[in-house]
């Protein structure tokens, strides 16, 4: 599950259901409601913790024959960079990846642990992670059930007559996940945080965005041509001859292409407002007559709704059309494709090759993942927090999480601060600014309450019926909430997952245990080094509170202006200036970065670095006073944190995930991560001695400050 606002987005994954906005995190739920919420009002006491020297930064990784002032990703990490070549079953690699990899380990352990354990009491945690994983590391059980006990949805679509019919069977999809037509979710009302609504979306698309489909440059033909090839071999696996295969294909392009141009682009999804059309079911009925939606939400369970939230009118409108315009036919062909793409990892080798020859189209990998890896993320997908509970039973400790909350309190602190220094912005918006500033929940490490599995049932018998299980028990999580009161316990990343998340909605900023660790945060490092990775990380997911989008919130989460007319244009100033400066960024002959897609996280980026370095400079203070800081390694504390900071983004990446990076992702490349927001920092220039007329340093009048 992919926040809008998290800090990473991981590759490779097909276009989802947009959502706009940083609510639209689906988080996956929990039955009841305690408040999860975690004030972070402890400042820091002076603890006196000298690091080692060299503890927390990897020095032999620079590259000495590059000036800092000149490129400083480079500078910090050139040496390990050509040093370092990407695994061949990787599409990037750096420190994200190192630190997933390590985790993968204790991860595993923890699943073969559980799965060699077969007498664990039927219905626990326990029992349904180690049947889950064993059964999806039975490969020989998988060749010998082929399609078997995918049969019956294969049934259900064979046996479609009518509109009707095709209608029942998108209902069914949304259960099965399978991304069909369109997208239909629960999440807080983005006007009225108080309550869930009913969202209506774009989506239906097999490929990762809608330009793939409408573009007609070399790189969009060869992706097109290969999802074609990836197709027609699955119908072909089906059992289709090779005519009726290629057709089959064929088919399911046409269809989504005609989804696709009803698609809005991805910026256009960005904005919450052109994103939020309210009305009744009965008019949403009546505007998406072929959508079935009167007798659809009853078999979802949501017979109550009277209300729901269009996301997208103009694409929903096209799709109601298509499905009655498009022949019946043509439909249950799309279906099947989408039934078993969604399906191919829990079915037999011949599925998952075709699968991955594809993805290597995309994404460039040379060979895959080991089954036990995907399967690791398989487990984290169904079970996240079963599995979850045991990881953080070994690797999260009070200490760590203590020092967490010591860092947020520092940084949120410092935001105070910054807030009301700000010489472009009114009294009266700062004081909703701080208002919104002191009603963040941070959640840190993993849930308070966990999630119940008990309704789920997980057997050794099949793999592909565990899958489609935990798929329908997800749904009905996640559906069932609509008319229960807000669950502000609730986590959208799973406790082993290396990232974090603002949620809007909530208002809250959320950090999984998985991150706590080197090279974001070292207990044995020191502060300027964890301020520079754990730090500007806290400070990212805080600022996307503030960020073009995030500011359009108010404290109680809902959509609402706060700003007045004049603060708001001065924003949207500074902000355009630095959506400029990363339009101007160029990863790859002819490729620019998308100063527009990026903007919320390059601002987050952006300030996250200032408050991080405001509440190092803070912590200093506290511990030195007057006294001289000791330098390490010959290092100033302002070296060490921003050489902190590029550690944590030092990463190679193969051409063709950078691509797709720079289409889909809202993050920008992680060279620009690291020297985009520096080049506008005079504290960097200072702490590196550069000159005016460096790369690095921007002239007065091109430098952008926010917060
Ligand atoms: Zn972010």
């Known amino acids: ?62 590259d000495l024959s590059v000036s800092p002032c000149d490129d400083f990703f480079h500078y910090a990490g050139g040496t390990w960079l050509k040093n370092t070549p990407i695994p061949a ?4 690699w750096g420190s994200f990846n190192i630190l997933r990899d390590q985790n993968n380990a204790a991860l595993r352990s923890i699943l073969e642990q559980a799965a060699a354990n077969t007498s664990a009491a039927k219905g626990t945690n326990a029992q349904k992670v180690g049947d889950f994983y064993a059964s999806a590391m039975d490969s020989m059980a998988i060749e010998k059930a082929g399609l078997k006990y995918l049969q019956p949805e294969l049934a259900r679509i064979h046996a479609v007559k009518d509109l009707k019919g095709l209608q029942n069977a998108l209902a069914r999809h949304q259960m099965l996940q399978t991304r069909s037509v369109f997208g239909l979710g629960v999440n807080q009302d983005r006007k009225k945080s108080t309550e869930y609504a009913l969202y209506l979306s774009q989506g239906g698309l097999g490929m990762p965005d809608r330009d793939n489909y409408l573009k007609d440059d070399a790189r969009s033909k060869t992706i097109r041509t290969a999802y074609t090839t990836y197709l027609t071999n699955l119908f072909k696996l089906l059992g289709d001859n090779e005519a009726t295969a290629k057709k089959g294909a064929e088919t399911v392009v046409r269809l989504e292409t005609r989804l696709a141009k009803a698609s809005k682009e991805r910026v256009a999804l960005r904005d919450p407002y052109a994103n939020y059309n309210k009305m009744t079911v009965a008019e949403a009925n009546a505007q998406y007559p072929n959508l079935g939606l009167t007798a659809m939400l009853p078999q979802l369970g949501l017979a109550s709704a009277k209300e729901v939230i269009v996301g997208q009118p103009d694409f929903l409108k096209e799709a109601s059309t298509a499905l009655k315009q498009e022949p019946l036919a043509d439909w249950k062909t799309y279906l099947r494709a989408h039934l078993i793409s969604s399906m191919t990892s829990a079915l037999p080798k011949a599925y998952v090759d075709e699968e991955f020859r594809y993805q290597q189209v995309l994404t460039g990998a040379k060979v895959q993942q080991p089954r036990w890896k995907r399967m690791n993320l398989a487990t984290d997908a169904a079970l996240g927090e079963a599995f979850g509970q045991l990881y953080v039973e070994k690797a999260f400790t009070p200490e760590t999480k203590a020092k967490a909350l010591e860092m947020v309190g520092n940084i949120k602190e410092a935001m105070g601060e910054h807030i009301q220094q700000l010489s472009w912005m009114s009294d009266v918006t700062k004081k909703e600014a701080l208002k919104k500033l002191n009603s963040f929940t941070v959640k840190i490490g993993y849930p308070d309450k966990w999630k119940d599995y008990s309704a789920l049932t997980i057997t050794r ?233 460096a790369k690095m340093v921007r002239a007065q009048n091109d430098r952008a400050k926010i917060w």
């Open 461 to 693: 018998e099949s793999y592909l019926k565990n899958v489609l299980a935990a798929r329908e028990w997800g749904a009905k999580d996640r559906l069932s909430r609509y008319g229960q009161p807000i669950d502000r316990s609730v986590w959208g990343m799973t406790p082993p997952t290396v990232n974090a998340y603002y949620n809007s909605s909530l208002n809250e900023i959320v950090f999984p245990a998985g991150i706590m660790q080197p090279p974001f945060f070292d207990p044995k490092a020191d502060d300027a080094v964890n301020y520079g990775g754990m730090g500007a990380v806290i400070g990212h997911e805080i600022t996307h509170g503030f960020d073009d989008q995030g500011r359009q919130s108010d404290a109680e989460g809902n959509l609402r202006d706060w700003w007045t007319k004049e603060d708001a244009a001065e924003f949207t100033k500074r902000a355009d200036m630095v959506g400029k400066q990363y339009s101007a960024f160029q990863p790859l002959d002819s490729v620019f970065v998308n100063g527009k897609l990026t903007m919320g996280e390059n601002l987050a980026d952006f300030g996250g670095l200032a408050l991080a370095y405001s509440a190092l400079q803070k912590q200093l203070a506290k511990q030195y006073g007057n006294n001289p800081r000791p330098n390490y390694d010959g290092l100033k504390p302002e070296q060490r944190f921003f050489l902190g900071w590029a550690q944590i983004w030092r990463t190679s990446a193969r051409p063709e995930a950078l691509r797709q990076q720079v289409q889909t992702d809202p993050h920008s490349p992680s060279q620009y991560r690291t020297n985009g927001p520096l080049m506008n920092m005079p504290e960097f220039y200072e702490a590196f001695g550069c000159k005016e007329d």
């Open 1 to 62: 599950m992919i926040s809008n606002c998290n800090l990473l987005l991981t590759l490779g994954t097909a276009a989802g259901f947009a959502l706009a906005g940083c609510a639209s995190s689906t988080p996956a739920t929990t039955a009841a409601t305690t408040p999860g919420t975690t004030a972070a009002t402890t400042t820091a006491t002076a603890s006196a913790a000298p690091a080692a020297p060299g503890v927390g930064l990897d020095l032999a990784g620079r």
């Open 89 to 92: 079953a990787q599409t990037s």
